[in-house]
């Protein structure tokens, strides 16, 4: 690299390959462009019906992405990690439309904002990274997708007690947070956790869950009637 170039992170072109595809005056643009943000947790990058600012490139943290209901109902859609971005921000990008959904910072965050102007012309004329981006989207539909089968054909409890289970053996989270990621509301959660712990399945401590019978737990979760 030379000028401009220097000042990207030295992660940049490690996380995300299709950037090595740039010209150097692309790059060194994008150097120039000093758009490396740090962040602390709980800040929220974005918020629906706001015009997009530009192409998240993610360096370190995760960005969890919510969608809202009128009634204060939330659920998580997917979350960003290093190497990968948003496709709510790709397609309000695309089709000139403001975000659909919140992007909160869930850890602390280092991330480079592609500017809109660039975004646009790698699109059109850097097949790598055009590949690239449409790649993202068809990632994030098919996880879209399950979540649609999710919430549409399975019970409620059987979600909870999937989640549970891919969280380990001890759930460090707050009832509100696991009614956040099944798009339920805190008061249902706690009444599906009370009911598993008088099962003897988990122990509920202060913001705290242990599973104690994993084998009950997964019998819940297959279980379709």
Same mark, same amino acid.
């Given at each position: 690299m030379?000028?401009?170039?220097?000042n990207l992170?030295p992660?940049l072109l490690a996380?995300y390959p299709a950037?090595?595809?740039l010209?150097?005056?692309q790059l060194?643009a994008?150097?120039?462009?000093?758009?490396?943000?740090e962040l602390p947790a709980?800040?929220q990058?974005f918020t629906e019906?706001?015009?997009?600012?530009?192409?998240p490139l993610?360096l370190?943290g995760?960005?969890k992405?919510?969608k809202?209901?009128?009634?204060g109902?939330?659920?998580?859609?997917?979350?960003v990690e290093?190497g990968?971005?948003?496709i709510?921000?790709s397609?309000?990008?695309?089709?000139h439309?403001?975000?659909?959904?919140r992007?909160?910072a869930?850890?602390? @965050?280092?991330?480079?904002l592609?500017?809109? $102007?660039?975004f646009? !012309?790698?699109v #059109? *004329?850097?097949?790598h990274?055009r590949d690239?981006?449409?790649?993202?989207?068809?990632?994030?539909?098919a996880?879209?997708m399950?979540?649609?089968e999710?919430?549409?054909?399975?019970?409620?409890?059987q979600?909870?007690?999937?989640l549970?289970?891919?969280r380990?053996?001890?759930?460090?989270a707050?009832?509100?947070?696991?009614?956040?990621? @099944?798009?339920?509301?805190?008061?249902?959660v $706690?009444?599906l956790? !009370?009911g598993f #712990? *008088?099962?003897g399945?988990?122990?509920?401590?202060?913001e705290?869950i242990s599973?104690?019978?994993?084998?009950?737990l997964?019998?819940?979760a297959a279980n379709?009637?």
């Amino acid at each position: 690299m030379n000028g401009a170039a220097r000042n990207l992170p030295p992660s940049l072109l490690a996380l995300y390959p299709a950037l090595r595809s740039l010209s150097p005056d692309q790059l060194a643009a994008l150097g120039q462009a000093r758009s490396v943000r740090e962040l602390p947790a709980g800040v929220q990058l974005f918020t629906e019906d706001q015009d997009c600012m530009g192409f998240p490139l993610l360096l370190a943290g995760t960005i969890k992405v919510v969608k809202s209901t009128a009634t204060g109902r939330e659920m998580v859609l997917y979350r960003v990690e290093p190497g990968g971005s948003c496709i709510i921000s790709s397609s309000c990008l695309l089709g000139h439309t403001p975000y659909s959904a919140r992007g909160i910072a869930e850890t602390p @965050l280092s991330l480079l904002l592609l500017p809109i $102007s660039l975004f646009e !012309k790698l699109v #059109a *004329d850097n097949a790598h990274f055009r590949d690239f981006v449409f790649h993202l989207f068809a990632e994030r539909i098919a996880e879209l997708m399950q979540l649609v089968e999710e919430v549409a054909f399975h019970r409620l409890d059987q979600r909870l007690a999937k989640l549970l289970l891919a969280r380990g053996e001890t759930i460090r989270a707050t009832h509100q947070t696991l009614a956040e990621e @099944l798009g339920s509301v805190r008061e249902i959660v $706690s009444r599906l956790l !009370k009911g598993f #712990a *008088d099962q003897g399945l988990v122990r509920l401590g202060r913001e705290q869950i242990s599973v104690i019978d994993q084998a009950g737990l997964q019998q819940l979760a297959a279980n379709s009637r």
